[in-house]
């Protein structure tokens, strides 16, 4: 039962936007209450009157590094990506108008209490003096932005959906908005990401007696850039901002810190839904009664040439939430909780939390979807929260699967509370380590007890970061800023490989002495036997264990960047369970030529496959182009640092493309002191001297100084202005 779509081609037009003096005027006297101060790291400090005033500076900050990606975030969250790529983002735009209703957005901004408003205002009101402040900069879609787009992305996180298993041919089969020539991607919209790490060791662990957090998010390169907020009205906070949001998201203030890492706890629900059609209504079933199905109309537009096309269908809802797609017959609805005021006030009060007990209380809102909580506080307190958002279900039921819409047996039972979800206050162990693994770990023996929760709260495994972050935080209590970073942050021990390698020494030492493997292989089994399994650019090890467990040469082709690196482990695990012994030395003996083929020896350090290159714009990875070797691997084989890197079209290298971002190292004392690094630089301008800076820094671990007191900033201060000079 497909829907009706219907056609409407317009010419592409140019428009322009043109702003009215009250605006301007408006604009301009904000902007003299806001003073930009660019550190000699290129470091926005952002200093405002009010907290709106704040947002103002950071949002015009924030388009002066990348307006393009500020542009491209609100595309991607009000669905109208196709207007800039076409039709291949058709689904995803379909996707984001189902779940991410902007006339909700909008109905919110009315309801924001006053002290909100202004900031929604001033988030708007930022981009838009920057548009009227650079004509020479073209929007490619959006000519103006408005206070309600905020509503849209209200907590920072990068994962934008949880939707329940739900699939992009679940929603074609319900709206086919092309024919079939329309390709997408066909794993379920919600999976695993590449993660992120946040670690928390006590005032017991630590030489100065001071809790200290380790904010390590993993995203693709750039998404975040690294600013300060301060206000007269109590804001002072430090830390990553993803583009086109007005708050600091994962940061710190003077008082405590804060990092968020993606949750794979079930907070969304997918209902099989009865649906009889009466006319032109559809009804759905529910305890015994035909309910009238919702219904709105939206129009998606795309760009083909110089021809845009406008595509206009109804979208259904029944009382469990959209209804997303259909599947085996049956129409799925989804239950979330993706886009909440209340989930933007958290992210925005957080922010301005004195302590542990503040922060709590805002925890209270429980409107966050889609993180776990790492935190840490100058009174010594260390916490965490396995998610935030967590409604209560019949544990009898299967959620992770479609569960029965017809009956009120399936609806959601109300929110846990804050005290009943996953959590850790002030651990005897006194560290916490939150790696997107399973949270009945976080802390050694004061972890969460599996037994004291609902299955659905948490059904992830283990991952071999989470199991190598264990046995750094467990060491002695000495741990200083400089010593969390080197010794945890940026741990390069593969744990994947304790796992991994055995199976394939024991097939080799099986092989029988006559066995030409057994001559060929007697060399590259030596290295790896010996191999101290942390990766590093000198390494030929390195490069022979995680090319082998990639796939390189092997008859199952090299997944890189199509599935993500965990599921190639994981495949690669599975495989070797069942493998014969000689099908396990032949893979590594294809590795071998592989190597060979490419590089003319299989003897090469890892270094020189492993690249970092920063590239501008819509440039493309070049061999022939200066980069650094890097000594980082992908997270799925237990690297903290995480760096994934794949080979492009005409590259024989491997570039980086995801994994360590922004990252910080905060000790709460007297005075809050810290350390940060980013993926390269601060500036997207590869003529600036701020483009590179921190790209051997962000390679080697070298963290700079934060500059987190006005009085310091002053002291590295390389420009001064108030936004438009």
């Known amino acids: ?179 079939s020539s329309t390709t997408f991607n066909e794993r379920p919209i919600y999976y695993e990401q590449l993660g992120s790490n946040g670690f928390a060791v006590a005032p017991s662990k630590t030489v100065s007696k001071n809790a200290i957090i380790y904010i390590n998010p993993h995203v693709t390169f750039y998404y975040r850039t690294e600013m300060q907020m301060v206000s007269d009205e109590g804001l002072n906070a430090y830390g990553g901002v993803t583009w086109g949001t007005f708050f600091i998201f994962q940061g710190f203030n003077e008082h405590c810190g804060w990092m968020h890492c993606t949750s794979y706890n079930d907070v969304a629900d997918l209902y099989r839904e009865k649906v009889q059609k009466r006319g032109d209504a559809f009804f759905y079933l529910y305890d015994g009664k035909w309910l009238p199905v919702k219904r709105r109309q939206v129009s998606i537009t795309y760009k083909q040439g110089e021809i845009t096309q406008r595509k206009t269908l109804i979208l259904f809802a029944t009382g469990h939430g959209p209804v997303v797609g259909s599947r085996n017959g049956d129409w799925l609805s989804l239950k979330e909780n993706n886009r909440s005021l209340d989930a933007l006030k958290q992210s925005w009060l957080r922010t301005k939390a004195h302590g542990f007990e503040d922060f709590k209380k805002i925890m209270e809102l429980r409107s966050n979807s889609s993180d776990n909580t790492t935190f840490a506080d100058d009174k010594g307190n260390i916490a965490f929260w396995y998610g935030n958002f967590i409604p209560k279900r019949d544990e009898k039921i299967d959620w992770s699967q479609p569960v029965d819409g017809t009956t009120s047996a399936t609806d959601w039972k109300g929110l846990h509370s804050l005290d009943e979800m996953i959590h850790v206050y002030n651990p005897a162990t006194g560290w916490i380590q939150n790696c997107n693994s399973t949270p009945y770990t976080v802390s050694g023996t004061s972890s969460p007890k599996k037994g004291n929760y609902p299955l ?231 003529s600036s001297k701020h483009f590179a800076d921190q790209s051997q820094m962000f390679l080697d671990g070298q963290f700079k100084d934060v500059f987190f007191y006005k009085e310091d900033v002053m002291k590295h201060a390389e420009r001064q202005y108030h936004p438009g000079e």
């Open 456 to 686: 659905y709260m948490a059904a992830v495994a283990e991952n071999y970061r989470a199991i190598n972050a264990q046995r750094l935080l467990s060491a002695p209590n000495d741990f200083t800023i400089d010593k969390l970073i080197s010794d945890v942050g940026y741990s390069h021990y593969l744990a994947a490989f304790e796992i991994l390698l055995p199976p394939l020494f024991a097939a080799y030492d099986e092989l029988s002495p006559g066995d030409s493997l057994k001559y060929i292989l007697q060399q590259p089994i030596a290295m790896l036997r010996s191999w101290d399994r942390n990766s590093s650019a000198s390494s030929m090890a390195t490069s022979l264990a995680i090319e082998w467990a990639s796939g390189s040469g092997g008859s199952a082709s090299p997944t890189e960047g199509i599935t993500s690196m965990s599921e190639t482990v994981k495949k690669l695990e599975k495989r070797l369970q069942s493998a014969t012994s000689k099908e396990m030395v032949a893979s590594l003996f294809e590795t071998v030529q592989y190597l060979e083929g490419k590089y003319g020896s299989w003897k090469i350090p890892w270094g020189d496959i492993n690249r970092y290159q920063r590239i501008a714009g819509d440039k493309t990875f070049d061999d022939s182009k200066p980069s650094l070797p890097s000594g980082l691997a992908s997270s799925a084989f237990g690297c903290i640092p995480s760096f994934v890197a794949r080979r492009y079209p005409g590259t024989s290298k491997r570039y980086g493309y995801e994994g360590n971002s922004f990252i910080a190292c905060v000790e709460f004392g007297k005075k809050v002191r810290a350390k940060s690094i980013v993926t390269g630089g601060q500036s997207f301008d590869p």
């Open 1 to 179: 039962m497909k829907q009706l779509i219907i056609g409407i081609f317009i010419p592409a037009l140019s428009f322009s936007q043109t702003f009215s003096p009250q605006e301007i005027n408006r604009y301009k006297a904000q902007a003299q209450r806001v003073t930009i101060i660019r550190d000699d790291w290129g470091i926005p400090h952002i200093y405002g009157k009010t907290d709106a005033d704040a947002v103002f500076g950071l949002l015009y900050a924030q388009c002066e590094e990348n307006f393009k990606k500020v542009e491209e975030n609100n595309l991607e969250m009000l669905g109208r990506m196709s207007e800039v790529s076409g039709k291949t983002k058709l689904y995803d735009d379909l996707q984001m108008r189902l779940i991410y209703d902007s006339s909700a957005a909008m109905e919110d901004y009315k309801k924001s209490p006053a002290w909100l408003k202004k900031l929604l205002d001033a988030s708007a009101d930022g981009v838009n003096y920057f548009l009227y402040k650079h004509p020479d900069i073209k929007p490619a879609v959006l000519k103006r932005f408005e206070p309600w787009f905020a509503l849209m992305r209200t907590n920072g996180s990068i994962s934008a959906t949880q939707t329940g298993g739900l699939t992009k041919q679940d929603i074609r089969n319900l709206y086919e908005l092309d024919d």
